[in-house]
């Protein structure tokens, strides 16, 4: 704490854009989503870091569902896991349609596809690190 105290006082410095107590709170919500997708039965469940890369997340998930049915259950799940574990109400899109959809849960974002509609779109490529670019947001698969 001492060193992000003396670099914020020093001219030109800059400090991390979230503050320790955010940081874990956003791990603690993506531990918790991780969990329960797994749980829930999704498949190729991605994690990526957005940390540095964007201010509108820290974390993006992006997973499949086999079917429209079960793409729209998984994520009413989570929805459901989120407001009763964390009390947090999270903004859903696409639930009706059940092809493609996102979960806003604050600081992470969460991508639910069918494998088709995911394997067209490709998000994760456009976020993941490239292999050139050791600096960029870290991809791992859960």
């Known amino acids: 704490m001492e060193d992000q105290t003396l670099s914020a006082q020093t001219p030109g410095a800059t400090t991390a854009p979230h503050a320790t107590s955010d940081t874990a709170a956003s791990d603690a919500t993506l531990a918790l989503i991780l969990t329960s997708l797994e749980a829930e039965k999704a498949e190729d469940i991605v994690q990526i870091d957005l940390r540095g890369k964007t201010s509108m997340a820290d974390h993006m998930v992006v997973c499949s569902g ?10 009413e799940k ?26 806003d849960a604050g600081d992470v974002i969460v991508h639910v596809f069918r494998p088709e509609v995911r394997e067209f779109y490709q998000l994760e490529k456009m976020w993941q690190a490239s292999p050139s670019d050791p600096a960029s947001a870290n991809a791992a698969k859960v």
């Open 66 to 75: 086999r079917s429209t049915r079960q793409v729209s259950a998984l994520s």
């Open 78 to 103: 989570l929805a459901e896991v989120l407001k009763v574990q964390l009390g947090r109400s999270c903004k859903i899109e696409g639930k009706g349609a059940g092809d493609w959809v996102l979960l």
